[in-house]
T-cell receptor, first 111, second 112 residues
Framework: KAGVTQTPRYLIKTRGQQVTLSCSPI?????VSWYQQTPGQGLQFLFE???????NKGNFPGRFSGRQFSNSRSEMNVSTLELGDSALYLC??????????FGPGTRLTVL | SQQGEEDPQALSIQEGENATMNCSYK?????LQWYRQNSGRGLVHLIL?????REKHSGRLRVTLDTSKKSSSLLITASRAADTASYFC????????????FGKGITLSVRP
């Protein structure tokens, strides 16, 4: 099976813009989670979607949102970008069990 | 906020030596997992231990869990240069298993 894919891999935006990141889970996986990784805060959970419904949510402002489609692909959106949103955004998928399979990440730079 | 704290923060060893990494956490957990990350890429799952287990093995990996001390350790035996990476412990709680809480990670360097 193909692994988790994320697009784009790199992104440069300016403050105030918005951005949409995409994640395609492993075939058959219905759960998709998003994480933000920064040098200062480390890896932090953003949210999880399961069967098109948000099932868990981390402590991020409302500027961070996501959705999941019927084919389990997921997108996350960040509006009104701030410098502090520069990070590696990772998505992970799973189906049953606890192990999560991570994609390579999207590195977002906000100038 | 971080649930886990790993120590040491950085570890440098010679190829062939064993590497031991520790993780402590704060709240009750359902499971604890260890992941590896190479150079800012995606994370790779290494091993999982459930809260009712004390020790697990997988190849050169051995993980222990002490829920009374809220701590875990990961042992990599006979290390290789390819083991050079960052290692993270992550905890999952009852009722929110997909919401993993990660520690800040340990940077392991294995010298050839």
């Amino acid at each position: 099976k193909a692994g988790v894919t994320q697009t784009p891999r790199y992104l440069i935006k300016t403050r105030g813009q918005q951005v949409t990141l995409s994640c395609s889970p492993i075939s058959g996986h219905r759960s998709v989670s998003w994480y933000q990784q920064t040098p200062g805060q480390g890896l932090q959970f953003l949210f999880e979607y399961f069967s098109e419904t948000q099932r868990n949510k981390g402590n991020f402002p409302g500027r961070f949102s996501g959705r999941q489609f019927s084919n389990s692909r997921s997108e996350m959106n960040v509006s009104t970008l701030e410098l502090g949103d520069s990070a590696l955004y990772l998505c992970a998928s799973k189906e049953g069990g606890y192990e999560q399979f991570f994609g390579p990440g999207t590195r977002l730079t906000v100038l | 906020s971080q649930q886990g704290e790993e120590d040491p923060q950085a570890l440098s060893i010679q190829e062939g030596e064993n590497a031991t990494m520790n993780c402590s956490y704060k709240t009750s957990i359902n499971n604890l997992q260890w992941y590896r990350q190479n150079s800012g890429r995606g994370l790779v799952h290494l091993i999982l231990i459930r809260s009712n287990e004390r020790e697990k093995h997988s190849g050169r990996l051995r993980v222990t869990l002490d829920t009374s001390k809220k701590s875990s350790s990961l042992l990599i035996t006979a290390s290789r240069a390819a083991d050079t990476a960052s290692y993270f412990c992550a905890t999952g709680r009852f009722g929110a298993n997909s919401k993993l809480t990660f520690g800040k990670g340990i940077t392991l360097s294995v010298r050839p």
